[in-house]
Nanobody, 118 residues
Framework: VQLQASGGGLVQAGGSLALSCVAS????????MGWYRQAPGKPRELVAD???????TYADSVKGRFTISGGNVENTVYLHMNALKPEDTALYYC?????????????WGQGTQVTVSS
């Protein structure tokens, strides 16, 4: 599975940005897709995730501001980010997850930078 992320950039606090991630290759049977982020000096953290059944999960810090869509049977997942804060500044990574043969397989795209200025 290859994941190609796009979007991101520089925005002022309170602004909006959108990320998209296209999955290609053997995308059959992916259990979920979503986004993680990593700020300098901090561990990578889950931002939002959507399962193949449409169930979404959000980090508490982004609830009500970020919306994840797509995934499921689509090969593209989107992250719409509103009311951005300087603390949202990070490298955002697209991910996909598959359970197969009793094991978990994780796939990562290249990071896309989101910078929010105060």
């Amino acid at each position: 599975v290859q994941l190609q992320a796009s979007g991101g950039g520089l925005v002022q606090a309170g602004g909006s940005l959108a990320l998209s991630c296209v999955a290609s290759g053997n995308i059959f049977g992916l259990n979920d897709m979503g986004w993680y982020r990593q700020a300098p000096g901090k561990p990578r953290e889950l931002v939002a995730d959507v399962t193949s059944g449409g169930t979404t999960t959000y980090a508490d810090s982004v609830k009500g501001r970020f919306t994840i869509s797509g995934g499921n049977v689509e090969n593209t997942v989107y992250l719409h980010m509103n009311a951005l804060k300087p603390e949202d500044t990070a490298l955002y990574y697209c991910h996909a997850h598959r359970v197969a043969g009793g094991g978990d397989y994780y796939y990562w795209g290249q990071g896309t930078q989101v910078t929010v200025s105060s």
